[in-house]
């Protein structure tokens, strides 16, 4: 698994230096101006998932999925190592950004907000429920996974809002689930039983989301 990520890093190595330079700028822009970390954390972890999305599809892209599985690797271990490589630049883009929020003049975020619990939890699993269900999405198109979860999503907006009209503002609490369910979770197991609960609630998102992505990897012919 080692080796595949280090072959990972090498081939992708420009493509990785250029988004791993101006997706923390980015947000930390972004995030700075906001006065809530609640927004800056939902859209921040669909950037930091879509940054390791897109090196694989790189390698679909130009067709160097079947050269890796030339060399003494599985199908599965493949997976598993783009989970892990994946998750490392997640946690690295996610701690950049998230300095550069701080550090940007003029910003109205402070440490405290930033690195709150509940922030923390909070993009932890939003990161992980959009690389969970994007993930198999490029498995199985590719690039093209993106653009299927984007009209999916456009298909939900247009619904939510047609909903907003229909029975007024209580609908558009759904968007608010994600933050309210970190929310009722530090209530009400605290600190360490919250923290402990949502890592083993995405570990397990994750562990499906492997599970149905090697399933669609088997069947694809290269």
């Not at 959009?130 to 093209?144: E, K, S």
């Amino acid at each position: 698994m080692l080796k595949q990520i280090f072959k990972d890093l090498l081939f992708h190595r420009r493509f990785l230096l250029a988004f791993g330079l101006l997706c923390p700028v980015y947000m930390g822009f972004f995030g700075s101006r906001l006065s809530t970390p609640t927004v800056a954390a939902i859209i921040g972890a669909f950037l930091y998932a879509l940054v390791p999305l897109m090196v694989f599809s790189r390698e679909d892209k130009f067709k160097a999925v079947g050269f890796s599985l030339s060399l003494p690797t599985t199908r599965r271990e493949m997976l598993r190592s783009h989970y892990v490589l994946s998750w490392a630049l997640m946690a690295a883009l996610y701690l950049a950004a998230s300095l550069m929020m701080i550090v940007m003049p003029g910003g109205k975020l402070g440490p405290a907000k930033v690195f709150s619990l509940q922030t923390i939890l909070l993009t932890l699993a939003a990161m992980a429920l959009i690389f969970a269900v994007l993930m198999p999405l490029f498995v199985r198109f590719g690039m093209a996974g993106l653009m299927v979860f984007l009209v999916v999503m456009q298909v939900l907006g247009v619904v939510f809002m047609l909903l907003r009209m229909a029975v007024g503002r209580s609908a558009i609490s759904a968007v608010k689930a994600l933050p309210r369910f970190v929310a009722a979770v530090l209530a009400a197991l605290g600190p360490t039983g919250a923290t402990a609960a949502v890592l083993v609630l995405l570990l397990a998102i994750n562990v499906i989301s492997l599970g149905i992505s090697a399933r669609l990897f088997a069947r694809k012919e290269f």
